[in-house]
């Protein structure tokens, strides 16, 4: 069973992220995992916040001679912010009143108000540090752990931006491995190079409005088999976990497999996806509007979801709120924020994603090794070829 939790507050010493169920075997280095963690970085609209970080891994456990050894993965990602917020997030405390940096104001459409209800505080910031998308730096790092994996098996995933506000990157012809050569070239994580400066544009106006903006971020999977998840119940099917795994994200408010809601007003003839055989390629589809699921299961074409991300709660010209202590009717408060941070949660999804899919591959094609997982796989594959 592949499992991962994370810990941490936004402005605490670390996050810390453990993996547990990852194959032994398997060639991880913090490296690659800093590689991920600095795209995530990234992306155009974010704060002052993002040149005070480094997210820099370090392995406690479960890693030796760069090699898993088949228990929890232990990583640890230090706050360099941590240094000017020593007494207000003192785990230790007492934390002093003046230096508390209190939230009363709760921000409407953060979780400051509903969590201080939920969790009886009445300091927003016990309930904001940890919905904080910081955590998301913890996320990546187990994903990278889970995308390694993939890459063992030739499977690629890629995350990019297909809108910011109202401004969308055009449909595009490149190859999925293409749209991600390009996206990693962009600011904003797009592959269209003309959408990409305006999409540059649409924040600096949000910016400059005091507003914040959000987006749709894509993420294209290929080199999958068929077979990935169940149609036999409702919590093995693959679509249903992808979804679950993207509305996990902070801001994520909404997500689409393959034409997904498009799909709703096409007649069927116009949505579902023929099947064809060749005796070198097998059965294989012309189209792919299922986005690569059918009944829950990978079918063996590329994996398209999308994610819809609501801009950011923390705005620099706040909205009403009501203060958590007075009950006074005031303007939210203002934090230090992001003005978008769409093209992160593009990096986000892709860990998000291969999380899901590493636990259906490891659920299919199980091992306590690589070279067991790798034997079943290939088991496998020689099964569908000779159906
Ligand atoms: C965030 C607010 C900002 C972001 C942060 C998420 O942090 P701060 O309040 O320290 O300026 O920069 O994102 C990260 C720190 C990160 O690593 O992604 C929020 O309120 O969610």
């Known amino acids: 069973m592949l499992r991962y939790l994370t810990a941490g507050e936004s402005h605490g010493p670390a996050l810390v992220a453990t993996v547990d169920g990852l194959p032994a075997g ?15 970085r990234q992306g155009y609209g974010r704060g002052g916040r993002m040149r005070i970080e ?31 917020w020593r007494a207000a997030m003192d785990p230790e405390g007492p934390v002093p009143e003046e230096q508390a940096r209190r939230v009363t104001r709760v921000r409407p459409g953060h979780a400051d108000l509903a969590g ?28 990278a752990l889970t995308l390694r994996l993939l890459e063992e098996f030739g499977v690629q995933v890629i995350g990019h931006v297909l809108s910011i506000g ?66 036999v119940q409702w919590d093995r099917k693959l679509d249903a976990r992808l979804a679950a795994a993207l509305m996990s994200i902070q801001a994520v408010k909404g997500v689409e497999v393959g034409l997904g809601f498009e799909a709703a007003s096409r007649r069927g003839s116009a949505v579902h996806d023929e099947i064809f055989y060749h005796p070198e390629r097998g059965f294989y589809r012309s189209s792919n509007n299922a986005g690569g699921i059918e009944g829950g299961m990978s079918n063996g074409e590329p994996l398209t979801v999308r994610a819809a991300v609501k801009p950011i709660a923390t705005l620099y010209h706040p909205l009403q709120t009501v ?4 009950k006074a009717a005031l303007q939210a408060s203002v934090e230090r924020s992001d003005i978008c941070a769409v093209p992160a949660v593009a990096v986000i999804a892709e860990a998000a994603v291969a999380f899901v899919l590493a636990e259906a591959w490891l659920e299919k094609f199980g091992g306590d090794s690589l070279a067991e997982v790798r034997r079943n796989h290939q088991g496998y594959v020689e099964q569908v070829r000779a159906f």
């Open 166 to 231: 109202t401004v969308r990157a055009e449909p595009s012809r490149l190859t999925p491995p293409e749209v991600g050569g390009q996206a990693e070239l962009s600011p904003v994580r797009c592959s269209d190079a003309k959408a990409t400066a305006a999409m540059v544009k649409e924040i600096d106006e949000a910016r400059r409005m005091g507003d914040s903006v959000g987006g749709v971020v894509e993420v294209l999977v290929t080199g999958l088999p068929p077979g990935l998840g169940s149609h």
């Open 116 to 143: 201080a209800l939920k969790y009886d505080r009445h300091d927003a910031r016990d309930i904001l540090e940890r919905a904080s998308a910081r955590e998301t730096a913890g996320r990546v790092a187990a994903g």
């Open 54 to 84: 480094r997210d820099q891994a370090r392995f406690l456990g479960g890693v030796r001679g760069g090699e898993t050894l088949g228990g929890p993965v232990a990583i640890l990602i230090e706050n360099r912010d941590w240094n000017n």
């Open 26 to 40: 398997l060639k991880v280095t913090a490296a690659y995992i800093n590689r991920h963690l600095t795209r995530r």
């Open 323 to 326: 203060d958590l202590v007075s």
